[in-house]
């Protein structure tokens, strides 16, 4: 158990509509990193949020959104949403900034049908 | 764009040999080298890191070595069990936090 916790588990919705994934990371660790995987992807980085602010971004589209609120917790939102949104979504956190060890959560499965 | 580049997708090894995964990298700003081993229906976990000031790193049965010049990194696993099999990632990190992953690489380990 990596001490990250992400919700749901599981996520099945249809093309159009808007979810939201939460993710709660370890005690103490001020940064939190999503990322997205599928088969033919792999892991692609999204974003990362440290202490509330926008850390760096990677290929997240604008039709995706993700916020660190004042408890460090982290939401991602993904509005209309397609058929290649469905993958697997990973939070990962860690203490601080630049090259720290990231732990990850168990992941969303996200079906979009 | 950036890019990392992992070799091979996939590994098969008898049980008690090595295994090497090697990785390259492109974006020159990358200065933090992580490796996570993936299993099935799981997060990655790390398993070890390497940082750009430092050429070799051992964990037991797992070490890590980089050589910056070429922007190369490789994974060794020696004696192998039957529980390292698992998808393996590389990673390259820049000093401003952009994450870039290797594709992985599914190592099968046969007992």
């Known amino acids: 158990d990596s001490g990250v916790t992400q919700t749901p588990k599981h996520l099945i919705t249809a093309t159009g509509q808007r979810v939201t994934l939460r993710c709660s990371p370890r005690?103490?660790?001020?940064?939190v990193y999503w990322y997205q995987q599928s088969l033919d992807q792999g892991l692609q980085f999204l974003i990362q949020?440290?202490?509330?602010?926008?850390?760096a971004k990677g290929n997240i589209l604008e039709r995706f959104s993700a916020q660190q609120f004042p408890d460090l917790h982290s939401e991602l939102n993904l509005s209309s949403l397609e058929l290649g949104d469905s993958a697997l979504y990973f939070c990962?956190?860690?203490?601080?900034?630049?090259?720290?060890?990231?732990?990850f959560g168990p992941g969303t499965r996200l079906t979009v049908t | 764009g950036e890019n990392v580049e992992q070799h091979p997708s996939t590994l098969s090894v008898q049980e008690g040999d090595s295994a090497v995964i090697k990785c390259t990298y492109s974006?020159?700003?990358?200065?933090?080298f992580p490796w996570y081993k993936q299993e099935l229906g799981k997060g990655p976990q790390l398993i070890i890191d390497?940082?750009?000031?430092?050429g070799e790193k051992k964990d037991q049965r797992i070490a890590v070595t980089l050589n910056k010049t070429a922007k190369h990194f490789s994974l060794h696993i020696t004696e192998t069990q039957p529980e390292d099999s698992a998808v393996y990632f590389c990673?390259?990190?820049?000093?401003?936090?952009?994450?870039?992953f290797g594709p992985g690489t599914s190592l099968s380990v046969i007992p």
């Open positions: 990962a956190s860690s203490a601080g900034l630049t090259g720290g060890e990231q732990y």
């Open positions: 005690s103490g660790d001020l940064s």
């Open positions: 949020y440290y202490n509330g602010e926008e850390r």
């Open positions: 974006d020159s700003a990358s200065n933090y």
């Open positions: 390497i940082r750009s000031n430092v």
């Open positions: 990673a390259a990190i820049t000093y401003y936090d952009k994450v870039i």
